[in-house]
């Protein structure tokens, strides 16, 4: 809720910066993010049910709950659904997307801040200096035990905070885009540099990210979809 209203607000101020009509833009935005909550929680429930061939039962992963979403399976619906109503409300998309950019990242951002304060979206176990050892009852402390029982007698294996590594990666592609707008570049440019620069991004944090049952599906897919999607932005 917190990252909808911070992508949301920061959406809607951009979109005034850049002179776009406020009211058209503030629709085009809602609609987005009703469709990136639809998207995200599609391809979730979709990578759960091909990886284990039955639908998923645990409620904290339902359609009305936190957890339990694929960032961009919501980014690739949102964008398509928003894209859409811009045109038909005559709003320019492209300066749309690079005021939406900035936001979104921003919402990112608090999303992986809280992904960090829960402990999912966590990382696999390394014997690096910058590896953190999860907390007992946290899902990285549940993941060990499943995989291997002897792990509940001892100390959780220290594992890559990637929630802190996208929340590193969210700031840094947010200011590109920030930095081509302040400096006027050609409409979309902001949008494409940060959609590209958080892709590639992604793609290198993908191999030290752990996931579950319905997540390797998802890894396979991201194998294959990030870099075509930095070839399209």
């Known amino acids: 809720v917190v990252a909808a209203g911070v992508a949301f607000a920061g959406g809607l101020f951009v979109s005034h910066q ?3 009509p406020l009211i058209k833009s503030g629709i ?4 987005g993010a009703l469709a990136v909550w639809t998207g995200a929680k599609l391809w979730y429930q979709l990578a ?3 990886s284990s ?3 998923i039962s645990n409620p904290d992963f339902g359609w009305f709950s ?3 979403g694929s960032l961009y399976g919501g980014l690739i619906l949102g964008i398509l659904i928003a894209g859409t109503v811009a045109r038909m409300l005559r709003v320019d998309m492209a300066r749309l997307a690079d005021a939406s950019s900035v936001s979104f990242l921003l919402g990112v951002a608090v999303v992986r801040l809280g992904c960090w304060q829960v402990g999912c979206c966590f990382g696999v176990p390394t014997e690096l200096p910058w590896g953190v050892k999860p907390d007992i009852g946290q899902p990285a402390w549940f993941f060990q035990i499943a995989s291997n029982p002897f792990n509940a007698v001892q100390a959780p294996h220290r594992i890559h905070p990637t929630q802190l590594y996208e929340l590193g990666a969210a700031l840094f592609t947010g200011m590109v ?3 081509s707008l302040i400096r006027k570049l050609p409409a979309g440019v902001a949008a494409s540099l940060a959609g590209a620069s958080f892709t590639i991004a992604r793609w290198l944090i993908l191999p030290f990210r752990q996931y579950d049952l319905g997540g390797e599906f998802e890894r396979s897919t991201y194998q294959v979809l990030y ?3 930095i070839l399209v932005f």
Do not use: D, F, N
Request: hydrophobic residues 60%; positive net charge.
């Open 18 to 20: 850049l002179r776009l």
């Open 28 to 31: 085009c935005l809602v609609i």
């Open 48 to 50: 759960w049910w091909v």
């Open 53 to 55: 061939g039955q639908p």
């Open 66 to 68: 936190a957890g339990g």
């Open 177 to 179: 885009a920030s930095v």
């Open 227 to 229: 870099p075509l999607l």
